[in-house]
């Protein structure tokens, strides 16, 4: 998994729920970015954290929460407030070493019942 | 702003056939530039990066891309495709020497590979 985990892999959310997806990193990395992924859209950044207890907005952070109690995990909220939730969610890690790129988690798919 | 656009939504090759994904990138100063891979339903595996050095840089699976600052482009190329090759392709860029440090990504080119 390259040092970081994303769980579930499904997950089915009804409408007006909050749901709350995994990203669990082991190399002790201070930064971690969560986006989203559509058909035909590309990867749009939702949050990112740098560093343990801070945490900044993406592109396209309304309708979504974050925390970063710890630095191994940064867990994502899809509440009620987004509109259209459905979507593949993806976790990242920047590779070891600057300027390498990310590493990504196997994503989770939300799908709204 | 900085942007990636993948002018090709969708290319079809046959296998063994050669293959050249577009990427231009809208940037100020010197990019940093990735390519990316994606099967369905999976996470995104990094195949090659440019940061500096020489133009023309190979990365895994038998790709390879050049970077052209003149055309700001970036272009993936592989002389023979695979049937395995088939999935979708994501050129990203950043210059971490901004505030947020963050990749953006074009809206990929998704590859399919007749036999």
């Known amino acids: 998994d390259g040092g970081i985990t994303q769980s579930p892999k499904y997950l089915f959310r009804k409408e007006g729920q909050n749901v709350t997806l995994s990203c669990e990193q082991n190399l002790n990395h201070d930064a971690m970015y969560w986006y989203r992924q559509d058909p035909g859209q590309g990867l749009r950044l939702i949050y990112y954290s740098q560093i343990v207890n801070d945490f900044q907005k993406g592109d396209i952070a309304e309708g979504y929460s974050v925390s970063r109690e710890k630095k191994e995990s940064f867990p994502l909220t899809v509440t009620s407030a987004q509109k259209n939730p459905t979507a593949f969610y993806l976790c990242?890690?920047?590779?070891?070493?600057?300027?390498?790129?990310?590493?990504f988690g196997s994503g989770t798919r939300l799908t709204v019942v | 702003a900085q942007s990636v656009t993948q002018p090709d939504i969708h290319i079809t090759v046959s296998e063994g056939a050669s293959l050249e994904l577009r990427c231009n990138y809208s940037?100020?100063?010197?990019?940093?530039l990735f390519w990316y891979v994606q099967s369905p339903g999976q996470g995104l595996q990094l195949l090659l990066k440019y940061f500096s050095g020489d133009t023309l840089v190979q990365g895994i699976k038998g790709f390879e891309a050049e970077f052209k600052r003149s055309q700001s482009s970036f272009n993936l190329r592989k002389p023979s495709v695979h049937w395995s090759d088939a999935a979708e392709y994501f050129c990203a860029v950043t210059n971490y020497g901004g505030s947020q440090g963050n990749l953006i990504f074009g809206k990929g080119t998704k590859l399919s590979v007749k036999p």
């Open positions: 940037y100020g100063a010197t990019p940093y």
């Open positions: 990242a890690r920047p590779r070891q070493g600057p300027r390498l790129g990310y590493t």
